[in-house]
């Protein structure tokens, strides 16, 4: 009889920590996987990856985007962030040259992985230039995010071309924290993007991983 009972209390045992660990639809969203099920949507192709919209910016637009959350900013030397963006300078006129100057808003994100195991890098650049000629003042930065990956790390760094050239291109880079439904069993990708931008307002994707 006590064989019998502790049979019977074994099995309910397992079958709990059986229910446990499979995931169950909830009115408040979707639950965290088994850690093979989150690899395998994680690592999943999206339907779609990539977007990008860009538009016309004010210099003010440009010179605000200097105090976004970990933004990276770069000014042609010499000039003051007005005058970089194209602003009238109280100290000093702008030279005839900045009267060109124009700014562009670039918004351009890439995704990996599938609902609910998306990560999803955007990168926001502002940047001005005197127009087809050179660039002036880059003011870039990074999120990510993702439905169960959250951001563990941002980072943005000039990898090519920049102030004083006609084009300029960023790596935008995130760690990811992806949970699932085991506590300690965490997933951490990380992804980066490079964007090309040049002084005619133009982007360009040119890698990613």
Known sequence: MNKRRT???????????????????????????????AQALANAAPVVQT????????????????ALPGATVSISPGLAPSEAVGLASVARPIAPAAASNACWANAYWRQ???????QKITDTTYWCAVYG????????????????????????????????YSWFVLRSSAGFSCST??????L??????????ND???TAEVGSN
């Open 7 to 37: 049979a019977v209390l074994l099995a309910g045992l397992s079958l709990l920590v059986a229910v446990a660990l499979v995931p169950t639809a909830s009115a408040g969203g979707p639950q965290p996987l088994a850690p093979a099920q």
């Open 51 to 66: 977007g990008s919209v860009t538009r016309s910016a004010t210099p003010q637009e440009a010179l605000a985007a200097a």
């Open 112 to 118: 990996w992985g599938t609902w609910p195991y998306e």
């Open 133 to 164: 000629d050179h660039i002036t003042y880059t003011a870039s930065s990074v999120t990510g995010t993702g439905t169960f990956c959250g951001t563990s790390w941002t980072t943005s760094q000039l990898i090519g071309g920049g102030i004083g």
């Open 181 to 186: 439904v085991i506590p300690w069993v965490t």
């Open 188 to 197: 951490h990708p990380s992804h980066y993007i490079d964007v090309s931008r």
């Open 200 to 202: 005619w307002g133009s």
